[in-house]
Nanobody, 115 residues
Framework: QVQLVESGGDWVQPGGSLRLSCAAS????????MAWYSQAPGKQRELIAT???????NYADSVQGRFTISRDNAENTVYLQMDSLKPGDTAVYYC?????????WGQGTQVTVSS
């Protein structure tokens, strides 16, 4: 069982940056595939960034080149560095941990991008 707590969401102007954190407890995350999802109002939850056990990463086209996912297994934390933010990035951002057939979710953190 993994408990995940996201933090770092805020209001930011277009072009700004934010760094989201996902702190895990209950189990070490070094054997989990970790990911960030976004869910905009009225839309389905969307996978935007994944970091695999070996450190490889994958991004949705919409955030490629602007967002960076990373993991610190020693701190049991996953990060999402968000740069060049756009109003379209406004959403609740969720962290997930996946291993075998089990997926665990955090409660989400709100990111609002507007002027």
């Amino acid at each position: 069982q993994v408990q995940l707590v996201e933090s770092g969401g805020d209001w930011v102007q277009p072009g700004g940056s934010l760094r989201l954190s996902c702190a895990a407890s209950g189990s070490a995350i070094d054997t989990y595939v970790m990911a960030w999802y976004s869910q905009a109002p009225g839309k389905q939850r969307e996978l935007i960034a994944t970091v695999y056990v070996g450190g490889d990463t994958n991004y949705a086209d919409s955030v490629q080149g602007r967002f960076t996912i990373s993991r610190d297994n020693a701190e049991n934390t996953v990060y999402l560095q968000m740069d060049s933010l756009k109003p379209g990035d406004t959403a609740v951002y969720y962290c997930s941990a996946r291993k075998y057939f089990n997926t665990y979710w955090g409660q989400g953190t709100q990111v609002t991008v507007s002027s």
